[in-house]
């Protein structure tokens, strides 16, 4: 039994690094996992893959209102003040330079 629940743990173990280095990636801290809200949380990933893939294509007012945005998310105090409105201002940059990128691409096939 010692032998199962021991393969059971570094299983466990190997699952929550990965899960760790995603939420990581997508610039979300695992300290901060449960706190906030699931609007918090995608546009947390959103301004972190936005401002990695398509910060090119953004104007200068919009990569700051990202990048402010990711600050506020770093600091607790912060955090606690940003409203639903700010998180989906951060969604429609976001598709607003997925949109870009397509209309890119697509010209230039």
């Known amino acids: ?14 699952q929550s690094k ?7 990636q997508n610039g ?18 959103l301004a972190t893959t936005t401002l990695r893939d398509y910060g090119r294509l953004l104007a200068h007012n919009q990569a700051n209102t990202l ?6 998310t770093r600091s607790v105090k912060a955090r606690d003040k940003i409203t ?6 951060v969604m429609n940059i976001a598709k607003q330079a997925q949109r870009k990128s397509a209309k890119f691409l697509k010209a230039h096939q």
């Not at 990048?67 to 506020?72: C, H, S, V, Y």
């Open 84 to 89: 639903q409105g700010q998180c989906f201002k």
């Open 67 to 72: 990048n402010n945005f990711l600050k506020a």
């Open 28 to 45: 979300v801290n695992v300290a901060q996992i449960y706190v906030g809200t699931a609007e918090l949380f995608q546009a947390t990933k």
């Open 1 to 14: 039994m010692s032998v199962i629940n021991n393969c059971m743990n570094f299983k466990d173990i190997q």
């Open 18 to 24: 990965l899960t760790n280095n995603w939420l990581k």
